[in-house]
Each structure stands twice: as C-alpha cells, then as structure tokens.
T-cell receptor, first 112, second 114 residues
Framework: AQSVTQLDSQVPVFEEAPVELRCNYS??????LFWYVQYPNQGLQLLLK??????LVKGINGFEAEFNKSQTSFHLRKPSVHISDTAEYFC??????????FGKGTMLLVSP | DTEVTQTPKHLVMGMTNKKSLKCEQH?????MYWYKQKAKKPPELMFV???????INESVPSRFSPECPNSSLLNLHLHALQPEDSALYLC?????????????FGPGTRLTVT
C-alpha cells in the first residue's frame, strides 16, 4: 500500500516570494511521483514527474521538485510566485499498476 | 495533442433521470479512468479501463455504469443518483499499465443532482 501526505492544507505567500509545498510518501515498492495543479473549476494539469534518473525535476511554469529517497519526500518549489499560481496543488504517487494515490492537496494563495 | 475532452461541462439531473457523461482522447492511450472529486478534496478513483476492458472498480454503486465503446471513448452512465453524488467527475487517460505512469486529465463535468 502507498500513501501521500501533504502537511500543509493552505500556504499563503506574497507575489514574487519563493514557495515550497511539502509532500511525503510511503510505499513498499519503487514509486513514481507527480505534482498536479488544479485551477478553480478546471481539471488537473501535470506540473512535473519523477520516474527515474536525476532527482531534481523541472516542470512547467517555473516549478521544480526534488526527489529524496532517504526522506521519502518530493517537495515542490518555485523561486518567485505569481498571482496566477494561485491554485490547488496535488502530490501523487504511482506504482507499476499506474493508478495514482493523491495527497489531500495544498491550496497556494498568492497575494499582491 | 495531449487533450482529453469531456462533455457536458455542466449537468443538472433529478434523482429519477438517466444521463451519460462522455470522455474522449486521441493520444492513442490504452488506459482510461473515471474519478469523482468533491469540493476541496483530491480525486477519488472510480473505474479503470485497460485495453477497453474494465480492470478496476473501486466498489462504486451500481447507479454508476461505465462503458468503453472503443479505445478513444469512455462513457459513464448515470441512473437514480442521490444528491450526495453531486461532484466534479474527471476523466483521465494514460499510455497503459507499465508503459507510462502520468495521467492526463480532462476539464471535468460538474454534476448537480437535485
């Protein structure tokens, strides 16, 4: 069984400030890790993914994440956020079955 | 083209109605998924079709009936729903089990049961 923990349900931040959204996972097998973003009244959009290889993964919209196997973490970062980054962010884990297990989500609130 | 389309965008139905949600992808993906998402919650997996066969049913009530007519289409037939079934219904697709693990999501159908 696998699970994902997003410790922060909401992260408020000012525009142009850096942000980190935390994600920890547990799994008994090798996993694949994802971050999805959901803007209001929309579906989920893939931000980035870790399948193998380099532990630092770059995604769309200036986001990046680092896979840390020893700490079982996959935190999402952005050096400078914009108002338009306001959205719900979901961390997800998949095993070989390709089904996704989602965290509860973190609402990123960017204010001017 | 990494687009998954869903129709309709919004649906209001009574508890005695029968309606269907439609999902379509043209990426050649062989796995398709239905999720239910309540407000401020993550998506919950309902069904998985793999190579046009139902491979996972997450103990979903029989008032939800999935159908995969071909590799590009996925339907969700709705009958005798309850108000608590009101939610955003998301469709997703991926290359297939063991091939690729990222899923591409459609914009969803906002369902309201009255």
């Amino acid at each position: 069984a696998q699970s994902v923990t997003q410790l922060d349900s909401q992260v408020p931040v000012f525009e142009e400030a850096p942000v980190e959204l935390r994600c920890n996972y547990s799994s008994s097998v090798s996993v694949y890790l994802f971050w999805y973003v959901q803007y209001p009244n929309q579906g989920l959009q893939l931000l980035l993914k870790y399948l193998s290889g380099s532990t630092l993964v770059k995604g769309i919209n200036g986001f990046e994440a680092e896979f840390n196997k020893s700490q079982t973490s996959f935190h999402l970062r952005k050096p400078s956020v914009h108002i338009s980054d306001t959205a719900e962010y979901f961390c997800a884990v998949s095993d070989r079955s390709s089904t996704l297990t989602f965290g509860k989500g973190t609402m990123l609130l960017v204010s001017p | 083209d990494t687009e998954v389309t869903q129709t309709p965008k919004h649906l209001v139905m009574g508890m005695t109605n029968k309606k269907s949600l439609k999902c379509e992808q043209h990426m050649g993906h062989r796995a398709m998924y239905w999720y239910k998402q309540k407000a401020k919650k993550p998506p919950e997996l309902m069904f998985v079709y793999s190579y046009e066969k139902l491979s996972i049913n997450e103990s979903v009530p029989s008032r939800f009936s999935p159908e995969c007519p071909n590799s590009s289409l996925l339907n969700l037939h709705l009958h005798a729903l309850q108000p608590e079934d009101s939610a955003l219904y998301l469709c997703a697709s991926s290359q297939g089990p063991g091939l690729s693990h990222e899923q591409y999501f459609g914009p969803g159908t906002r369902l309201t049961v009255t």
